[in-house]
């Protein structure tokens, strides 16, 4: 699917009277099957770019293009990761996958044969008869990846998906998004505040400046993947 463009956007937050530019004129373009890391302090300005790219956030000035369609609401060829868990609690597992599905119109059989496919893909078939409440968060997470693969998303944003997990999990996590990046080729979009985990998983990184919205370095990675 099509190439991403964020060109020249600029967003502005106003409050009692005053403004805060929270990203300065930032232009981005991800290619191919590009895994991309944005990485900063907290409060420069990374969640506002995600959520614009998501169609979540209004854009105060500029563009952004998501395989040759202007972005201007969420839709769910954006595909989306928050950091909070975001499965549905009264659907189980498989259900939560479905969801998209079923928003699709896909028949009930294809539905499940391709919720299947992406259990699988993050190791979770032995739970898709379990509730959210049942999981631990790092299964919770891998369900809400495989929930919004399902649909075939043009690209996969993430905002700190594993920030909520601990050490061990998030680096069992990362190797295992790694592995479905290679098979599904898809675009990554991930912020983290952690260096580490940014060189870790990306093609490039783009390092934003503690003065909100700029963007200060882009480095690209050419150390061998895991
Ligand atoms: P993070 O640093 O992890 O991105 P924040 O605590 O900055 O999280 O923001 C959490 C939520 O609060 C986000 O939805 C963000 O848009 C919102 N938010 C952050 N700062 C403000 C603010 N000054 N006024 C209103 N909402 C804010
Ligand atoms: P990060 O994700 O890097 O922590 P954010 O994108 O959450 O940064 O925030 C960037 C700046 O914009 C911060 O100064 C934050 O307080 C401000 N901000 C974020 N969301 C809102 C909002 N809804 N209203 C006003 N200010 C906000």
């Known amino acids: 699917s099509g190439e991403i463009k ?3 956007v600029c967003k502005d937050y106003s409050s009692n009277g005053s403004t805060l530019r929270a990203i300065d004129n930032i232009s981005i373009d991800i ?10 302090p907290s409060g ?16 105060s000035s500029g563009e952004i293009h998501v395989a040759g369609k202007k972005v201007t609401s969420p839709t769910p060829s954006i595909g989306f990761v928050f950091q909070e868990y975001t499965l549905f609690p009264w659907r189980n597992v498989q259900k939560n996958v479905e969801f998209g ?22 190791g979770l078939s032995k739970f898709k008869d379990s509730y959210p409440h049942q999981l631990s968060g790092g299964m919770k997470q891998r369900a809400a990846i495989a929930r919004t693969l399902a649909v075939d998303p043009d690209i996969l944003l993430m905002d700190e998906p594993f920030g909520a997990l601990d050490a061990q999990t998030r680096n069992l996590l990362q190797m295992q998004l790694l592995d479905i990046w290679k098979t599904e080729r898809i675009k990554v979009l991930f912020v983290t505040h952690s260096v580490d985990e940014a060189v870790f ?16 370095e882009i480095i690209d990675i050419d150390l061998p993947r895991p």
């Open 44 to 59: 420069c300005g990374k969640s506002t770019l995600l959520r614009m790219v998501a169609g979540l956030e209004p854009i």
């Open 31 to 40: 290619k191919d099957s590009e895994f991309i890391c944005i990485v900063g």
């Open 101 to 122: 599905l079923e928003l699709k119109g896909m028949p009930p059989e294809e539905r499940s044969e391709r919720a299947k496919k992406y259990l699988d893909m993050v």
């Open 201 to 216: 998983l990306a093609d490039r990184v783009i390092i934003m400046s503690a003065r909100p919205g700029r963007i200060k």
């Open 6 to 8: 964020i060109q020249n």
